[in-house]
């Protein structure tokens, strides 16, 4: 999506933010980040770790993990998490779904780290805070450097992220309380 962004083929876009543009990317494309949250583990009530008030990832080398395909955000930052301590970890399902990924879970299947606004969407599960390094969940808005928005794409970013300023304002000034050029 962010390389749809750079060429013109997406106004913006809403992505999950693994660390950073790509360096090609980086005079073609700003980076809006929108919310970060923290990553916790979630396993089964049953599990080894469900009473654990913390864990760390190293705790965790030797488990069978639940995770989304390697090309997906929230992998890229469980990967490289694992990458940054030097250790390997077991994917033993990949899943397109995060309810399938939650369902594996409570089922003790597997363990997963996914971020903390996902705890409502399986209430039976434990969550457990990870302690330093734990990874992050970054959620931002690509959208093209130098290219000004259309009154369309602005209106609809400004529905979306409320307060948030477009970082690539046409010539002249914008009344982004209108989303019209001045």
């Avoid at 301590?85 to 779904?97: H, K, P, Q």
């Avoid at 609809?156 to 300023?165: E, I």
Wanted: charge should be positive; glycine fraction near 8%; aromatic fraction near 6%.
């Amino acid at each position: 999506m962010i390389e749809a962004v750079s060429d013109g083929r997406l106004d913006f876009a809403p992505v999950g933010v693994p660390r950073g543009l790509p360096d090609h990317l980086r005079d073609r494309v700003k980076m809006i980040d929108i919310s970060v949250e923290p990553m916790l583990l979630a396993c089964a009530g049953t599990h080894r770790l469900a009473t654990r008030k913390s864990v760390r990832l190293g705790d965790l080398a030797d488990e069978r993990f639940a995770d989304f395909a390697p090309d997906w955000a929230i992998r890229l930052v469980n990967d490289r998490a694992f990458a940054d301590i030097r250790l390997a970890r077991r994917v033993a399902f990949e899943v397109n779904d995060v309810d399938a990924l939650l369902d594996l879970v409570g089922l003790d299947l597997a363990i997963a780290i996914v971020p903390r606004s996902v705890r409502g969407r399986a209430a039976k599960l434990r969550y457990v805070r990870l302690s330093d390094p734990a990874p992050v969940w970054r959620i931002g808005v690509a959208v093209p450097a130098g290219r000004p928005p259309s009154p369309a794409a602005l209106a609809l970013f400004q529905a979306m992220v409320p307060g948030v300023l477009w970082p690539s304002p046409p010539a002249g000034r914008l009344n982004i309380g209108r989303g019209t050029p001045t």
